[in-house]
Each structure stands twice: as structure tokens, then as C-alpha cells.
């Protein structure tokens, strides 16, 4: 049999079958194993029985259950946990954790600097009182930010900033909070999830589902399960697919590469092409009970199909096929997403079409979830935390007198990067929990270091993408390191003595409380706690928000000679974790040769700028300047630049350092017209040899 493009697809797709059956990922397994048992610091493990855990990895952000297998106490491997609701599969990120337990890049002792600018290791009482001291002096001037929007810390580090008196408490930048912002402009008091499961026909519009958006291993499992990975007796191959996708983004991607259809879309457009399709759909006779919908006709009646085509660069044919088979469909579903910021207004365009097509709170439709419970007193619910910009909190002038993170990194993550950098330098103390010395804790003043998923109690609810709500808490397997510590405990016992009653002593308390809240049975913490549920929340007073979407959408020329598009690999690690040292050899040398990295443009793009491949070539947007080597890629819109996002770190470890560079220093950010948001999907490039 022939490495055809239906067995590419099982492996892209993460079907366990496919994986079982073809020689390649074994063969990269056995590879993995024997490069990465040359490093002197992964221990060897004693012989003995094995045991097993069920927990959920915190360094990737998707959700990914797993099962960890132990000997003589040590965790020695990651396995697959295919019975959870989330689970199918592992991704490049959760598999490395057993690894990055024992990485010498780990944060493992408090650091403080001192008078001369340099850091020193110093006891943990020594750290926590010196936290004390300088949050109880801070006052109502100390912010906050977290990493984590899954998980409790969040809640516990938003009560004692309301405690203390302060407003600045933060997320980072997420598809989420944009959604969240979305659901409120239009009248929705609920969560946007996607149940993708039940969906028949999914058009994922930026939305890289299979790769780095939403609940990807959940994505993979069902795509791969609506696809047969068998043959029947006779020979033939068996058929009948249950779910059709189709992508829309800028670069073909590994979504793309699988899906039925590629539509190219210029990035920043892809609100544009929903208000397109929503136009063709009112054409088709689709209406909805909302009080404002003639005036969002009457919006969408100026994007018809060859003005939507001409904005978005995506074939007219195309669209209008695309459109006939979602109203053919017998549970359509729209997903738009982005890879880097795309605001407000393209997902409030979505949600106009999901309604046109009158699948809210249908099955395989966009269902609205019941917001996230919280159990702490005087804790701000996740839609308000989301409410505050952390972008417009860095360009303020007046900064706080102290800023606390956890689990972020804002200064490699952030657009305009280095004005990030240095907007942090101007805070007169900043303390962070952090496993890794990224480029943030790198500045800060004091470095709490905090313990891997595998090494602490901790929890995740309902990622954004799914379709139901989900909760799940994730106990400490073997021995952790004696000098890390959770945030919360940390922060909870700094509240006790500085007189903050936060209703608990101990975040293990906290989690015991959140999960009586999901109703089932049994010690929580007692390893492998999930719960699942179909509850679904009202759409409330729906309303289309023309107004609003008129000027979010409005079409606009692109900042510079070329469009930017963003895209982001698995296998990069994310913003905190950096790249995992195995995962060094899944690069390729079109990816990265030496320290450069490439920008794909196809073969026009890049002859009508006197380019060739192999070009060594700088791109340049306000101020901000990196350097590529161009591949001549033909997955790539015309006049676009595509930039992986993840290379270019300047600090963690040396599997990370100094290859390629940051993306996010030639992004800048916009304000999100009537939505109050900050967004950077429309960004350009100059770019010219170097």
C-alpha cells in the first residue's frame, strides 16, 4: 500500500488506528528515544513494577489527558488516555513533560535580585515574606496577571486583587476572551462552544483545528473516527464519511492539508467572508427573530459575492459552492478563529452565520455553555477579567508599584514585544511564578519557581472550543521538587496573614469545593476526576450588533507592502514552555537552517518583490525589524508573508535560544473599532533583501 493521502491524513489527524498501522511515527519514536537518552541529566530508571496515573498535562494548552506511567516512584512515560472525554491521543507538547520534569533549564530555587542587578538563590520563607512586604506596600497599586484561563489560580489570584483593592487583574490574550467579548456585544450570556461531534459539514474559518485551536486532540479524535482507517475483506476501502471539513485561512496548514477543501483567505479578512456568506444565505431566504435583523440585511447586502471575493482574495465559485453545501447540510457548523489576534468582530460574524443557519444550541451546532462557576469570596467572574486589556494595561503610563505573573509570558508573547519589554522594566517590582527562566522572569525581581502539571494539584475547565462543559483536576504524580511550590498556596497563605479572607486556607480545599459544584460522587483528589456536561445556557436577548460589526469589519488597506499571516506549530512549545528539547528534531530545514528561520511566499508574491528562494530578507513594521530566509511556498495566499510563530526566544534554554526570530516584534496592535479591543490580524510587513 502507498503512502496516499488518506493514510497522511491518519497520521495529521492523530487517528490512534492510522498511527498503529504505518511504520513512520514508530521509526520517529525510536529516534526520540535514542537522542534524547543522551542527555546526561534524564535519569535512569530503577527497575521495578509499573504503576499508573491518570492526570491532565498544563503545559499544553488544548487539554490533553494522560496516563503516566511510573517505576519506583519516578515518572518515566506519557501514555494516551483514550477513555477521557478529552483524550484520543497525545501532542507534541504533552508528551514531552515527562522529560521537562528533569530539564536543567528548570526554575527550581527562588531568586531575588539585588542592589546589583543580579540574582540570588534564597530560601522560601525569605521569598514569601519579601512578597509580603512588597504587596502589603503596593496596596491597591499591584496587578496581576495570569496564563492560565483553565484554571482556579486564575480565581484565586482575581479574589485577592479584588482584596487588596486593585482592578488590575489580567489574562493573556486569547481567542477566549474575544469570544467572550463577542458573546456580550450581542446579548448572549453564555460561553461560545462548538460541538464539533455532532456537526456534519464543519467550515473552520482561521480556526487551525486540528493543529492549535480550541480542544485539538478532541478535534482530531473526531475527525479521524468520521473517517474509516480499515479495509473490507473484499479489498476496497471502506467509506462514508460522516463529518466534511473544509479550512479557510491564509496558509495551508496541516488543516488544510486534511480537509476536503482549501479556501485561501487573505489574514484579517476572514469577518468579511462570514458577512459574505451570511449575504448569500438571506439571499437563499434564511432569516432570524432578532430586532435588528433587516438592518444587518441590509449590511450584509454590500458584501456580495464579487465584492467578498475581491476583499478576502478567496474564488467567488468557491465561496458560492461552500455555501451551498453548508445549506445543504444537515448540521452545519461555522468556526472562525485566528492564529494571532483577530478580535471581536470576525467571531460576532460568525455567530450571525451559525444563526442564519439556525444551529444555536443544535446538535453539531455552536451551543452556548453556562458561564464558569467560582467558588472564592469576592473572586470577579472570567467575563469580567476578560473585560481588561492587557495591551492597553502596558501602554499606560502610570504603572503599578508592583505586578505579579503567573504563568506568562508577555514579554516574548505580546505584539510590539520589545515595547512590552520595556513597559515591564518600568514597574519598580515584578515577581513572577514561572517553571522556566523565559524572557519575562528574566526582568523580574523576584522568581517564584512553580511546579510542573505533573509535580501539583491543579485543575482545567471547559477550554475554549468545546462543545460541553468539562472539569477536570489533575493530582501530583511521584515526588515533587522541594523547592517549587503551587501559586495558590503560596498567594492563599500571604492573604491569611495580611488579614485577606478568602474563605480558604488551601487550594486542595478549593478544588474539593469547585468539583461538588459538577455533583459527582467520591474523593476528587483522588486521581482522574472528570466530569462532563450537556447543560446548555439561554441565548438571552440575540441580537445582531450591525452597528457594531459595520465598523469592525470595515475593509482596510494592509499596514505595509505585504499581508501578515501568523501561524503557529504544535511542536514549538507555546510562549512559556519554549521548544521541548526532543522536539528540536522535528524541524526541518525549510523551517529553520542555522539560526533563520523562513517566511513562506509563493512563487508570484515573491518575484513581483524581486525575491528568489533561499533569500535572506528583513522584515520590517514600525520600528520592529526580523530576519528570514524566504521558501517559496505555494500553500500561501498572494501578497502575504507567512511568519511561524514560537522561534526566536532569547532566553530559556539552549534547545530554544537563538533560532529564528520573534514574529510578535514586527506585530503591532490596533484598536478593534466599537469593540474596545486590541487586535493584530490585519498587520503588515515591508520586507526587501538583507
Not at 256 to 266: E, I, K, N, S, T
Not at 269 to 295: H, P, Q, S, W, Y
Not at 616 to 621: A, C, G, H, I, Y
Amino acid at each position: 500500500m502507498g503512502f496516499d493521502r488518506r493514510a497522511f491524513l491518519k497520521i495529521a489527524a492523530g487517528a490512534s488506528a492510522g498511527i498503529m498501522v504505518t511504520p513512520v511515527p514508530w521509526k520517529l519514536l525510536d529516534d526520540v528515544s535514542i537522542w534524547s537518552q543522551n542527555w546526561s541529566w534524564i535519569p535512569v530508571p530503577a527497575r521495578g513494577a509499573s504503576t499508573y496515573a491518570e492526570v491532565f498535562s498544563k503545559m499544553d494548552p488544548f487539554g490533553v489527558p494522560m496516563k503516566i506511567r511510573k517505576v519506583g516512584g519516578l515518572p518515566v512515560r506519557v501514555l494516551p488516555l483514550p477513555e477521557h472525554p478529552l483524550g484520543g491521543g497525545l501532542s507534541p507538547l504533552s508528551i514531552a513533560e515527562v522529560q521537562m520534569l528533569y530539564s536543567p533549564g528548570r526554575l527550581r530555587r527562588p531568586l531575588l535580585r539585588g542592589a546589583d542587578g543580579k540574582l540570588t538563590e534564597i530560601s522560601w520563607p525569605q521569598a514569601s515574606k519579601k512578597l509580603q512586604d512588597e504587596l502589603k506596600n503596593a496596596g491597591g497599586k499591584a496587578a496581576f496577571i495570569s496564563g492560565d484561563e483553565t484554571s482556579s489560580v486564575t480565581e484565586v489570584l482575581s479574589a485577592f486583587a479584588n482584596a487588596l483593592g486593585s482592578e488590575d487583574m489580567y489574562l493573556m490574550p486569547s481567542e477566549a476572551q474575544s469570544a467572550a467579548k463577542a458573546a456580550e456585544l450581542m446579548g448572549i450570556d453564555a460561553r461560545l462552544g462548538y460541538d464539533i461531534e455532532q456537526s456534519d459539514h464543519l467550515l473552520a474559518v482561521g480556526a487551525n483545528i486540528l493543529e492549535n485551536w480550541g480542544t485539538v486532540l478532541r478535534n482530531r479524535r473526531v475527525f479521524a473516527n468520521s473517517r474509516p482507517h480499515s479495509f473490507r475483506k473484499d479489498g476496497g476501502e471502506e467509506t462514508g464519511d460522516s463529518l466534511s471539513l473544509v479550512y479557510a485561512g491564509p496558509v495551508q496548514n496541516n488543516t488544510a492539508a486534511v480537509a476536503g477543501a482549501w479556501l485561501p483567505v487573505y489574514p484579517g479578512t476572514e469577518g468579511i467572508l462570514a458577512l459574505g456568506m451570511a449575504n448569500m444565505l438571506i439571499e437563499a431566504g434564511k432569516t432570524v427573530a432578532a430586532r435588528d435583523f433587516e438592518e444587518f440585511k441590509a449590511l450584509a447586502s454590500a458584501y456580495t459575492p464579487e465584492k467578498t471575493a475581491e476583499l478576502t482574495g478567496v474564488d467567488g465559485k468557491k465561496l458560492e459552492a461552500e455555501v451551498a453545501r453548508l445549506l445543504t447540510a444537515q448540521k452545519p457548523l461555522l468556526i472562525v478563529g485566528s492564529s494571532a489576534g483577530g478580535g471581536a468582530g470576525p467571531i460576532m460574524a460568525g455567530v450571525a452565520v451559525n444563526a442564519l443557519l439556525g444551529n444555536i444550541n443544535k446538535p453539531g451546532g455552536l451551543v452556548l455553555l453556562p458561564k464558569a462557576a467560582k467558588v472564592l469570596k469576592g473572586a470577579s467572574d472570567l467575563a469580567e477579567i476578560y473585560r481588561n486589556d492587557l495591551i492597553k494595561f502596558f501602554e499606560r503610563e502610570e504603572k503599578p508599584a508592583l505586578l505579579l505573573i503567573h504563568e506568562a509570558n508577555p514579554a516574548f508573547a505580546l505584539p510590539n514585544a520589545q515595547a512590552c519589554a520595556a513597559a515591564l522594566k518600568a514597574v519598580p517590582f515584578k515577581v513572577c511564578f514561572s517553571t522556566f527562566m523565559d524572557e519575562t522572569a528574566a526582568l523580574c525581581d523576584l522568581i517564584l519557581p512553580l511546579g510542573m502539571g505533573l509535580e501539583r494539584l491543579d485543575d482545567v475547565e471547559t477550554p475554549y472550543g468545546s462543545g460541553k462543559i468539562g472539569y477536570c483536576i489533575s493530582t501530583a504524580v511521584g515526588r515533587p521538587d522541594a523547592g517549587v511550590l503551587n501559586t495558590a498556596n503560596v498567594i492563599l497563605n500571604i492573604a491569611r496573614r495580611l488579614g485577606k479572607d478568602l474563605g480558604f486556607e488551601l487550594y486542595a480545599d478549593i478544588l474539593k469545593a469547585k468539583a461538588g459544584l459538577y455533583g459527582k460522587g467520591g474523593d476528587p483528589l483522588a486521581g482522574g476526576f472528570a466530569v462532563e456536561s450537556a447543560e446548555r445556557a439561554e441565548a438571552g436577548a440575540f441580537s445582531f450588533r450591525p452597528e457594531v460589526l459595520g465598523k469592525a469589519l470595515a475593509p482596510d488597506e494592509a499596514r505595509g507592502k505585504l499581508r501578515l499571516a501568523v501561524y503557529g506549530r504544535a511542536s514549538l512549545g507555546t510562549d512559556k514552555t519554549g521548544i521541548p528539547p526532543y522536539n528540536n528534531k522535528t524541524l526541518r530545514a525549510d523551517e529553520l537552517a542555522g539560526s533563520l528561520m523562513s517566511v513562506l511566499l509563493n512563487r508570484a508574491t515573491a518575484a513581483r518583490n524581486n525575491l528568489a528562494d533561499g533569500d535572506k530578507v528583513s522584515l520590517e513594521s514600525g520600528g520592529g525589524k526580523i530576519v528570514a530566509r524566504v521558501r517559496v511556498f505555494e500553500g500561501i495566499i498572494n501578497d502575504t508573508a507567512g511568519v511561524c510563530r514560537g522561534f526566536g526566544h532569547t532566553a530559556l534554554d539552549e534547545f530554544s535560544r537563538d533560532k529564528g526570530a520573534n514574529v510578535m516584534e514586527v506585530v503591532r496592535p490596533v484598536p478593534e473599532p466599537e469593540t474596545g479591543l486590541n487586535f493584530w490580524a490585519k498587520a503588515g510587513v515591508d520586507i526587501k533583501k538583507a
